[in-house]
């Protein structure tokens, strides 16, 4: 009888061969944690379609932000909502504006390091990423308040600046305005391969964001397409990205995979609201394990190439870690 000369299941054995063997290993500095800020004292509102995500107002924030860092977490994006909104998204350039009073909160009660999602979409009253014109975002006029809101977001203490618009052009936009202001240190974080993706739904319910007209297709990506991916990723790339992301990052692993394939930068993912959503709903019904689906989720994104992902699930990480 001919025995198999191959034997994979010697290096799977038991569990010391297994984390011997392991090729992708998640770590809690791979995880970047998203938070809403609101106006206001004393609130924590649980975003409904996403069980354990809450819109806070800065003192909570300060206090979520301190529990962050005592989980060993050491990073989070930041995404501000304010009670005023307008066509031209005034707030989100108001050097006193929610966000900004939050980052320079977080600053002085922490030592995390704190990303700023730049786009127009929670600050207009329209909900578009920029400034309407003709019934459509107008590109090139949002360049200017993008760059000034990327600004105010540096000026107020922001580590990096992550600009979520997809509008042509603004990475290089953003990079000059920094550096005419003696920001050249802050690094650009773009989400350079932005799909036009139903899994936003639950995020635009936390961030109140949801479009009054129309939807994003006119400047977020077509899911169908592979090598636009790279194009939009290498455009951001010669005006000055420092890290290129992919987004979402469940239904995209294979662009992920491209990316990494294709440039040299580290790569980011971001497993959006949709998916954190889905999960959590199969939880809640006993329907799978969730610190197995979590780990393996996040797993199979680093193994596709991510060195960063953007998740909601970055404290229950802290505590399967722990
Ligand atoms: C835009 C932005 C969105 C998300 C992050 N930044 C929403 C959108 O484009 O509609 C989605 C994140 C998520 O779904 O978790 N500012």
Known sequence: MAYPIERGRRLRRNEKIRRMVRETVLSLDDLIYPLFVVEG???????????DVYQMSIDNIVKECIELERLGLQSIILFGIPNHKDELGSEAYNDNGVI??????????????IITDVCMCEYTSHGHCGIIKDGDVDNDTTLKYLAMEALS??????????????????????RDILDDNGFEHIPIMSYSVKYASAFYGPFREAAESTPQFGDRRSYQMDPANRREALR????????????LMVKPALPYLDIIRDLRETFDLPIAAYNVSGEYSMI??????GWVDKDRVIMESLTSIKRAGADLILTYFAKEVARILG
């Open 280 to 285: 959590m709903a199969a939880v809640r019904n």
């Open 41 to 51: 004292e004393g609130i924590k509102k649980e975003v409904s379609s996403m069980p």
């Open 232 to 243: 939009e990723a290498r455009y951001d790339l010669e005006e000055g990205a420092d890290i």
């Open 153 to 174: 977001h540096a000026k107020a203490g922001a580590d990096m600046v992550a600009p979520s618009d997809m509008m042509d052009g603004r990475v290089a936009v953003i």
């Open 100 to 113: 900004q009073q939050a980052i320079r909160a977080i600053k002085q009660n922490t030592g995390l390091y």
